[in-house]
Structure formats: C-alpha cells, structure tokens
T-cell receptor, first 116, second 118 residues
Framework: GQQLNQSPQSMFIQEGEDVSMNCTSS?????WLWYKQDPGEGPVLLIA?????ELTSNGRLTAQFGITRKDSFLNISASIPSDVGIYFC????????????????FGTGTRLQVTL | DTGVSQNPRHKITKRGQNVTFRCDPI?????LYWYRQTLGQGPEFLTY????????KSRLLSDRFSAERPKGSFSTLEIQRTEQGDSAMYLC????????????????FGQGTRLTVV
C-alpha cells in the first residue's frame, strides 16, 4: 500500500536540542496528523492539522500543514529523553460530500533517539 | 480503562492455522478501523466499520482475511490458513462520527496484537 515519505529516517540528538522532521506525499490530503509510537505499543496522536498553512502547537511540539496540501512538518523543541520513539505522519482524504472520515495513510516513520 | 482494548497482545501460530483477534473500541465510538504494521513500516489500512457496516476494505485484505463487527460494538479479525508473511502487528482504532474537527474526533489506537507465524 501507499506510504508517505518521511525524513529523516532516523536521528540521534542530544537532550535539549530542537528536532525537525517532515513528511511529503504525491497526493493531496485534507487532514494531516502526527502520531508517536513507543516499542510494542499503538500510535498515540500528538497533533491534528485541518487547514492548509495551519500552524499548531501542543506543548513543545509544533506542526504545520503545508500550503500545497502535500506535506507537513513537525518540530520538537528542547528534546527530553521521553521524546524517544518513532514519529509517524498520517494523511486523510475526506469525502467532501458526506464529510465522513475515512482511512489514514501513514508515513514510513522517523526514529528519534535522544542522548543525555 | 476506557481506551481501545485488543486481545490477545501476542499470538504465535503455526503456518496454516487460523487465528482470530478481538478489538473492543472506546464505548461511544461508532467507527472502528483495522490496520497492519510490519517491522520498520508505518501502519497500513485494512478495513473500517461504521457501526456494524463494513464500509471500506483495502486490497491488502486478501480472501483469507475477514473482519466482523456484528453488533456495532467489538470487532474480530480472522486470518485463515496463516502464512509467514502475515507476521505483523495488527492495530485496531476507533473514532466517533466526524463532527466538529478536533483531536477528540480522530482515531485512537489500541496496543495492537503482535502475530508471529512460524
């Protein structure tokens, strides 16, 4: 199945550093989501974006919905050890006529490791 | 615990055997989704239900796979004649009917069932 392209694939950073990652698609999405997944667990929603150009924050996390609707960015400021995990972007193409939610298309993931 | 519950958490089975997984969604959520995640990849959509109606199925869902949600509450995913390629994490998620957009209307995932076919 289709997967969105995320970069970088993995990154090692020091505690306190800022982190940036992005997600690109060949298709347009109406909604962009960012999830974090810890080993052996399901993804946990971090941020949801619904409008092109939208910039949304959740604590130390900031995400943007690209103007072209084909990309999204996630920034983590002042990283801490518990930020370790895999970050996934996900896009959704909603039905305009029914307004119903449908499937998510996930990215390939960015693995973040934080060193003290 | 009011989250999405999946059972079992782990399943090891021999090739050719049938397996069934269960998902209990968040009680007020009427949408339920199944995804499959292989090692090093993001989750891939399999199917989703609105109440008891199965509204969409992915081409990944071969004829050996069947999902049900008979009373619009819990759901089961059955894999018949398992193959080694079926080894993966099977994730269930649920969401309320889309209304005012916000994080509370998005899919909440369970912890998954990890299937290993030997």
């Amino acid at each position: 199945g289709q997967q969105l392209n995320q970069s970088p694939q993995s990154m090692f950073i020091q505690e306190g550093e800022d982190v940036s990652m992005n997600c690109t698609s060949s298709s347009i999405f109406n909604t962009w989501l960012w999830y974090k997944q810890d080993p052996g667990e399901g993804p946990v929603l971090l941020i949801a974006l619904y409008k092109a150009g939208e910039l949304t924050s959740n604590g130390r996390l900031t995400a943007q919905f690209g103007i072209t609707r084909k990309d999204s960015f996630l920034n983590i400021s002042a990283s801490i050890p518990s930020d370790v995990g895999i970050y996934f972007c996900a896009g959704r193409q909603e039905s305009r006529s029914t307004g119903t939610a449908s499937k998510l298309t996930f990215g390939t993931g960015t693995r973040l490791q934080v060193t003290l | 615990d009011t989250g999405v519950s999946q059972n079992p958490r782990h399943k090891i089975t021999k090739r050719g055997q049938n397996v069934t997984f269960r998902c209990d969604p968040i009680s007020e959520h009427n949408r339920l989704y199944w995804y499959r995640q292989t090692l090093g990849q993001g989750p891939e959509f399999l199917t989703y239900f609105q109440n008891e109606a199965q509204l969409e199925k992915s081409r990944l869902l071969s004829d050996r796979f069947s999902a049900e949600r008979p009373k619009g509450s819990f759901s089961t995913l059955e894999i018949q004649r398992t193959e080694q390629g079926d080894s993966a994490m099977y994730l269930c998620a649920s969401s309320p009917t889309l209304g005012f957009r916000g994080m509370n209307t998005e899919a909440f995932f369970g912890q998954g069932t990890r299937l290993t076919v030997v």
